[in-house]
RNA sequence: GGGCUUGUAGCUCAGGUGGUUAGAGCGCUACACUGAUAAUGUAGAGGUCCGUGGUUCGAGUCCACGCAGGCCCA
C-alpha cells in the first residue's frame, strides 16, 4: 500500500528543480494544451521581450501574472496556446553594437558596412537568449519556447510589409514631416539621444523679440475694441525672430486670464493696445508708471503710463484673426488667428505663443490640430520647403533677409563692429514698422549639434505616417470595450493618449529594422508599396526588363542594405528608388498577432482562431508602446479590438522604493532568488505583497515571509496529515462519510473552503491574483492550520480508526487536495508536489499533474453561513476566555467550572450552544451558562445606530445621539418592552425612538469578570475547587509524560508503563489515584502505579509540587 | 509643464455605496501553551489615516488646492 512522502526539512528549491525534470520529462506543458483539443481556445498573446539584455526581477514579476491567467484557464477547461517570441530591432541594439564596435551612426557604411553592421546586431540581439530561456523554465512560466515568433526574420518581415500595404491601400500611408532637430552644418536630424549627450545644452545670449500682432477690425473682434481708432495687438515674445517670418497663428491657455492694456510703443511713442497674461501685466509696465494718466504722455517719457481696460480669458480670445506680422509669404488657407495650446504657461513671455509650424514640434502639434497651415515655398526641384533652407539660410522669398544665415553657421567673426545677427536686423526692422513691442538679449539654454557646435534648428523633415488620426473616434470607442486592469489605464492614461491622438509616425533614420517596403521616383511623383517577397520578385523582373536594374537580385534577407539595392520600374518607366528609412519597431511588435503566423500571406484559419487575444499583460510602460499599437493595428486592419482583457503592471522597485538599476547594485538577481527561496516562494510574494498594476517594492525579507508563513504553515499542515494517515493506512478509499455525519468543526470547514473556491475563482475571473492569493494564504494559515487541525489534533491520533477519524481524515484530505488546485495557477512547482504526494496514495484524480486537473467546482450544498457564523463564535467566545484566564494568570491547562454569557436572542443563544463542545474544550471549561433578560442581572448599554438615525434626523443628530447617551437601565427596559420610547431634543420637541433606532448590548455583569468584543460578552467563574485543582494536577501530569516520552525518543505509537512516587502532597496524590484512568488513555500507557520509593525517577516540577516519575516502555506490544 | 498613479502603525498591506473606539501580518515587549514544536496562543506598546481648506449632524472615505514618490509624455 502506497504512503504518504513525509519530508524533512523541505528545500523549496530542489523541489522546484525535481517538479521542473518531472515536467520535462513528461511534457506536462504540452499535455495541459493537448488534453484540452477542441474545447474553446483562451486566446494569449505574448508581448515579446529583447534578448539584448539579462532578464531581472521585474520579468518574473510580468511573467507570473501572464502564466497565472493562462493556467487558471487551462484548469476552467480551455485550450490555451502560448506562443513565445522576440523582439530583435531597435535603437537599442544598434547602440549597443555601436558601443562595442567603437562606432558612431556616421562610420556606419563607411568604416564598417551595412551587412556587417547588420550581422553583428543579429548576433547581438539574441546574446542572452539562454539566460532568458533559462529563467523561464526555472520560474515555471509556460510558454512555447520552441517555436517562437522573432521579429527579424524575413517572414516576420514579410508579414508587415503585406500589411503595411494593407495600410497603404487603404490609404492610411502618407509621407509628410516632422519637426525634429536638425543640424544645418552637419546636415542630418539629430536623434533624442544625441541631444542628450553631455554637453549638448548650453548656455547662449539670444536677441528676444516681443512683437505686436495686430488684431483685424472685423465683426467677430469688436469685442476687442473701444473705438475704430484704437490700435490692439497681441505680444508673444520669441527667443527665436527667425521664425517671425513663418509665424502664421498664436496659440493661448484656455483657462489663462488676459487684459488688454492701453500704452505706449516705447520705440515708436505710437499709442497701442496691447493684450496679453494678467500675470505677467507688470513685467511690462513699471509699477512705478501706474498712477500717470495716458493724456499726460508725452513722446520719448522714460516712464509710459498704462491702463488695464478689459480682461478675458483664453478661451474668449480663440478664433480671432490678426494681420500677418510679416507678410513674405502667403498661406494656401485661412491663417493668422488665436488657437488654444495646452502647452502655454505663465511662467515667461506675455502667456501669448508665437507659433510657426515649420519649425516648432509643439507649434507644428497645435496647427495641425487647428487646422492652420505652414508657410511653404516651392523650391526649383518643384519641391516645397519651409522658408529657412536645409544650410539654415532664408529663402529669397523672404527678400529683406534672403540668403541671411539664421544662425552663425559660417563662422564669422561676431566681435567685429558690423556684426549683426539676422537675428537683431529682424528685431531692427520691426521697430521701424511699430510691430517690436520690446527687444532684449536673454541667456538660456539650447541645444547644439555635438559634432559641429552649432546650435540646432528645429526644422520640418521627411517622415512617413499611418493616418491614425482618421481612425480616432473608432479606436476610442473599441477600447471602451476593453477590461483594462487597472481601469484607470484604460480611461486615463491611454484614453487621453487616444483623444489627444496624432499621426503614428513610423520612419526611422537607422538599419537594423524593417525596411519601409516603398518604392518611389526621384521627384516623388510615382511610388509603389510591395506587399510581398514574390510581388517583388515581380517588380524586379520588370525592372531587369525596363533596363533600371542589371540583374534581378537573389531575396535572402529584406534588410538593409540588401532591399535598398533594389531598383524598380515604375508605370512611365522612371526609375524607383526605396525609401530608405526603416520602421518604428512598435510596428513589429504591434503587427505579432499577425505575423507570428506569417498572416496574411498565409495560415488564414490559425490567425481567425487566434485574434483577437482574450487576455494580455504588460509593464504600464508600454501603454503608448506596446498596447497602442496592437489596437491601432487591430482597428485598422480588422475593425476589431486586439485583445479583450489587460493587466498593465507596475514597475518593481527596491526595498526602499528606488528604481532598480543595475548601475545602483540595487537590482536583484532573479537567479539569485529562485535557487535561494524557490520559484514559488518568489511568485507568491510578488502577487499577494501587492497587486500587479501598483509598484512592488521588492523586499527579500518578504520573501522569507511567505515561505516560512504560507508555504511553511501548508507543509506543516500536509506532514501532519502524512504522519498519521501513514499510521492509519488511510489512502482515502473509503466512499466519503456523510457530511451529517461529520463534525460541526469539519462541515465548517467544508464550507469554509467552498467559499474559498468561490472566491478564488471570482478573484481570477475578473483577473485579480493578489486577491485570490491572500484569500487562499487567510484559508490556510487562519482557518485550516490555526483553528480546524488545532482543534482536531487528538481525532487523528488517538483511538480506533472508525468513522470519526476517517471524517477527519477525508475533510483534511480534501483541503489540502483542493488547496493544490486552488494555488497551482499562482505556486506551480509546490502545489504540483502536494498534489502528486496525495494523489498518488488516493488515486482520486486520474491526472498525473495537478495542471492538468480542473477547477474545483463548488459544493453550494456545502457551504453554511450559518455554520461559519457560529464558528466565528466560538473563537470570538474562546478568544475572550483566554484573555480573561490571562488577566487572572490561570493557565489553560487548569479546569474552570463555568463561563456565562448573556444572550439577547434566541438565535444567538442557539449559535452558540451548537459549538459549545468546541469552546469548552478550547478553553478547558466544563459548562456554559446562558443569561438572558428575564436574570434581571444584565446590565446593558445603548448606542445610537448613526446610520439610520443620521438619515431621520441629519442636522439634529447631536441633540438624538445625546439624548440616547442618557438613557438609563429603566429607560432601555421600557424602549426594549414597550417598543418606542420618547426623548427630549430640546425644550419643545421630542421624538420616538424604536429599538431599530439603537443598538443595544450587555457589557458588564455586576460581581463577574467579563471581557466583550463587539455586541458579545463572556464572564467566567474563576472558583477553583479541590476537584478542579486535582484535574489540573492530572493535566499537568499527562503534559509532563508526553514531554518524558519526547525526551525518550519514543515513537507516537509506543506503549509503556507509568511509574509513580507517593507524593507528600495529597492532592497529587488523589489526582494519580482518581484520574488514572485518563493519564493512561492520554499518555498511551498501559499502566500507572504508585510506588512508595522510585530509585531511578525523574524529577518533574508542577507548579508547588514535585514528583518522581518513571517511565518503561512495553516491549511486546506489537503493532 | 501635462496625463495617470501612490501616500493609513517601525515594515508590507486591508479598509463596498460617508456612521462616531481605523484593522491584519511581520517586527518589538511580556506571559502562557506544548505528541503540528525551527510551530502556536494571549496581552501590551506603536497612528496629526501626507498637508491645508471645504461639503456634512458626522470625513481615512466626497470636493478643491497643495506637498512628496513613481511611470509615461512634452
Known sequence: MGKYNEYKNLNYAKLGEDVLAFWKENNIFGKSVTTREGNENFVFYEGPPSANGTPGIHHVMARAVKDIFCRYKTLKGFQVNRKGGWDTHGLPVELQVEKELGITKEDIGKKITVEEYNQRCRETVMRFKNQWDDLTEKMGYWVDLNNPYITFENEYIESCWALLKRLYDKGYLYKGYTIQPYSPGAGTGLSSHELNQPGCYRMVKDTTIVAQFEVKKITRNMFLFDNEEENVCFIAWTTTPWTLPSNTALAVGKGIKYVKVKSFNPYTFEPVSVILAKDLVSRYFSDKAKDLALEDYKPGDKL???????????????????????????????AFRVVVGDFVTTEDGTGIVHISPTFGADDFRVAAQNDIPALLVTDEFGKTMPLVDKQGRFVKEVTDFAGMYVKNYTGEDETGADYKPTDVKIAIKLKEENKAFRVEKYEHTYPHCWRTDKPVLYYPLDSWFIKTTAVKDRLIELNKTINWKPESTGTGRFGNWLENLVDWNLSRSRYWGTPLPIWRTEDGDEELCIGSIAQLNQEMAKAVEAGVMDAAADIKDLHRPYVDNIILVSKSGKAMYREPDLIDVWFDSGAMPYAQWHYPLENKNTFEQNFPADYIAEGVDQTRGWFFTLHALAVMLEDSVAYKNVIANGLVLDKNGNKMSKRLGNAVDPFEMIGKYGPDAVRWYMIANAPPWDNLKFNADGVVETQRRFFGTLQNTYSFFALYANLDNFTYAEADVPLERR???????????????????????????????????????????????????????????????MAAYQTLYTCLETIAKLASPIAPFYTEQLFRDLNSVSGRNSVESVHLADFPEVAKGAVDKDLEERMQLAQTVSSLV?????????????????????????????????VEDLILSEV????????????????????????????????????????VQQMNQEDIAKLEREGGFEILLNDDETAVLTPDDVEISSEDIPGWLVANEGKLTVALDITITEELKQEGIARDLVNRIQNLRKDSNLEVQDKIHIRVQRSAAPEVNAAVENYNAYICAETQALSLEFVDELVDGTLLDIDEYQVYIQIQIESNVTI
Open 304 to 334: 509710459i503710463p498704462f491702463k488695464v481696460a478689459a480682461e478675458f480669458v483664453g478661451s474668449d480670445l480663440a478664433g480671432v484673426e490678426y494681420h500677418q506680422l510679416m507678410p513674405y509669404v502667403q498661406p494656401d488657407k485661412p
Open 743 to 805: 463534525t460541526e468543526s469539519d462541515r465548517w470547514i467544508i464550507s469554509k473552503l467552498n467559499t474559498l473556491v468561490q472566491e478564488v475563482d471570482s478573484y481570477l475571473a475578473d483577473y485579480d491574483p493578489t486577491k485570490a492569493a491572500r484569500a487562499i494564504q487567510d484559508f490556510v494559515v487562519d482557518d485550516l492550520s490555526n483553528w480546524y487541525v488545532r482543534l482536531n489534533r487528538k481525532r487523528f491520533w488517538k483511538g480506533e480508526y472508525n468513522e470519526d477519524k
Open 882 to 914: 483566554h484573555s480573561l484566564r490571562k488577566k487572572q494568570m490561570i493557565k489553560v491547562r487548569q479546569p474552570l467550572q463555568r463561563i456565562l454569557i448573556p444572550v439577547l436572542s434566541e438565535h444567538t443563544k442557539q449559535q452558540i450552544q451548537a
Open 924 to 963: 478547558n471549561v466544563k459548562e456554559v451558562e446562558y443569561i438572558d433578560d428575564t436574570s434581571g442581572i444584565l446590565v446593558k448599554k445603548i448606542k445610537p445606530n448613526f446610520k439610520k438615525l443620521g438619515q431621520v434626523f441629519g442636522p439634529k443628530m447631536k441633540l438624538v445621539a445625546a439624548a
